[in-house]
C-alpha cells in the first residue's frame, strides 16, 4: 500500500452536492438532492417572500422554487435563464434551489470541516453549518432545514 492509499484508508468521507453562488462555492448533503434539472416554467406565487420565485410542476408534483440568490440579499443575474435547480426534499414536500452552477458531488474529508466562521454576514451565516477548506477555496456547507425553518 502507497502512502495516497494509506491516506485514503484513514479518512472519514461526506458525499456533498456542490454548487456555486456568485464566486462562492456551497454544498449541501446528498442525501438531502433528489435530482438536479435545468429551468423550468415558474408558476408566481402572489404575496410569496421575494426568495420564493413560483412554483414547478415536476412530474405532477409541485416544488417550491427557492432563489439562494436573494435569499443571501445578492443581486440577481440578469439572464434568469442561465440557473440550475437543485430538487431537494424535506419531509413530504419537495423545494427547488436556484444556483448560479453546479459542481460536482465531490467526497470531503471530515477532517477538513470547521464551524461557522463569526466574521460571517449574519443574513448569509443562520443558513450554514460549517465550512470545509479545500485546496483552491472554501466550500460552504449549507443547513437547509435551517433555510426552511428560518423563513
Known amino acids: 500500500m502507497n502512502e495516497e492509499e494509506m491516506k485514503v484508508v ?11 453562488i456568485g464566486n462562492g462555492h456551497y454544498a449541501i ?4 438532492v433528489q435530482e438536479v434539472i435545468k429551468p423550468q416554467h415558474l408558476t408566481p406565487v ?4 421575494d426568495y420564493v420565485k413560483g412554483l414547478i410542476n415536476l412530474r405532477g408534483q409541485i ?5 439562494l440568490r436573494t435569499l443571501f440579499g445578492l443581486p ?13 426534499r424535506s419531509a413530504d414536500s419537495l423545494y427547488s434551489l436556484i444556483v448560479d452552477e453546479i459542481l460536482d458531488v465531490m467526497d470531503i474529508d471530515k477532517s477538513t470541516f ?3 466562521p463569526e466574521t460571517l454576514n449574519p443574513k448569509i ?7 470545509y477548506k479545500q ?6 456547507l449549507l443547513d437547509f432545514e435551517k433555510i426552511l425553518n428560518e423563513n
Not at 484513514?10 to 456555486?20: R, V
Not at 402572489?46 to 417572500?49: E, R, V, W, Y
Not at 416544488?63 to 432563489?67: G, R
Not at 440577481?76 to 431537494?88: A, G, L, R
Open 125 to 131: 451565516k443562520k443558513y450554514i453549518s460549517g465550512v
Open 76 to 88: 440577481e443575474k440578469e439572464n434568469e435563464q442561465e440557473h440550475m435547480n437543485i430538487i431537494v
Open 114 to 116: 470547521e464551524t461557522t
Open 46 to 49: 402572489p404575496l410569496a417572500p
Open 63 to 67: 416544488v417550491t422554487s427557492i432563489s
Open 135 to 140: 485546496d483552491r477555496n472554501l466550500l460552504i
Open 29 to 32: 448533503s446528498v442525501l438531502e
Open 10 to 20: 484513514g479518512q472519514e468521507l461526506e458525499q456533498l452536492c456542490g454548487f456555486k
